[in-house]
C-alpha cells in the first residue's frame, strides 16, 4: 500500500490568503521529502525539498515544514494566486532510490 | 535544451496490442522512472532504473516491461497481459544518489479502444 498521504483531496483558498497543505507518511525510513505541482494534463513540477535533518525549508512564497515525530510534512504557499490552482503532491524518497507518492490535494484558487 | 520527452503525448491502443512508449534523458542522469497516474490519483511506480542495463519492479510491474540499453532512454511497454491500460503515464529521471528530486515528462495519454 501506499506510504504516504494527503490530508484532504480539496482545497479552496482565496487569492491572496495563505495555503496551507498537509502531508502524512508511515516510513520511518525516509530521509527525502519533495513537493510537486501538477497542473492538468501535464508533468509534476518540483516546487521545494526538505531532508529528514531540516525541520524548515523556505523557498519563494513557499515553505515546507517537517515533523518527524508525527511524520507530517505541509506545504505553505505565500499569498496564494490563480496560478497556484494545480494538484499537489507530496512524495518521499526511501534509501533504495524509490519514490512514492501520496494521492494529491487539489488546490482552487477563488478570485 | 535539457529535459525528458515523452512521445507520443496521446497514443490509442486496440486490445490485445502491445505498445511501447518512449522516454528520453538529455539531463545526463543515472536514474529513470515509469509511473501510472490514474484520475483522481496519486503516481504509482512500474519500474525504475538506477544504471545502464538494469532495471527493478515497482508497486504495479505486472502486464509491463522495460528495457535500459542506453542511459537517456528508457521505454515502456505495455503489453496485452496488462488487463486495464488505459492510464496517464509518466516518465521522470534523476541523479542516482538518493536524495535528489526526479524531473517529469509531460506523459503520455493512452487510451485502449
Known amino acids: ?111 | 535544451d535539457g529535459g525528458i520527452t515523452q512521445s507520443p503525448k496521446y497514443l490509442f491502443r486496440k486490445e490485445g496490442q502491445n505498445v511501447t512508449l518512449s522516454c528520453e534523458q538529455n539531463l545526463n542522469h543515472d536514474a529513470m522512472y515509469w509511473y501510472r497516474q490514474d484520475p483522481g490519483q496519486g503516481l504509482r511506480l512500474i519500474y525504475y532504473s538506477q544504471i545502464v542495463n538494469d532495471f527493478q519492479k515497482g508497486d504495479i510491474a505486472e502486464g509491463y516491461s522495460v528495457s535500459r540499453e542506453k542511459k537517456e532512454s528508457f521505454p515502456l511497454t505495455v503489453t496485452s497481459a496488462q488487463k486495464n491500460p488505459t492510464a496517464f503515464y509518466l516518465c521522470a529521471s534523476s541523479q542516482v544518489q538518493g536524495g535528489t528530486e526526479a524531473f517529469f515528462g509531460q506523459g503520455t495519454r493512452l487510451t485502449v479502444v
Open chain 1, 1 to 111: 500500500g501506499e506510504s504516504v498521504g494527503l490530508h484532504l483531496p480539496t482545497l479552496s483558498v482565496q487569492e491572496g490568503d495563505n495555503s496551507i497543505i498537509n502531508c502524512a507518511y508511515s516510513n520511518s525510513a525516509s530521509d527525502y521529502f519533495i513537493w510537486y505541482k501538477q497542473e492538468s494534463g501535464k508533468g509534476p513540477q518540483f516546487i521545494i525539498d526538505i531532508r529528514s535533518n531540516m525541520d524548515k525549508r523556505q523557498g519563494q512564497r513557499v515553505t515546507v515544514l517537517l515533523n518527524k515525530t508525527v511524520k507530517h510534512l505541509s506545504l505553505q504557499i505565500a499569498a496564494t494566486q490563480p496560478g497556484d490552482s494545480a494538484v499537489y503532491f507530496c512524495a518521499e524518497n526511501t534509501s533504495d532510490y524509490k519514490l512514492s507518492f501520496g494521492a494529491g490535494t487539489t488546490v482552487t484558487v477563488r478570485a
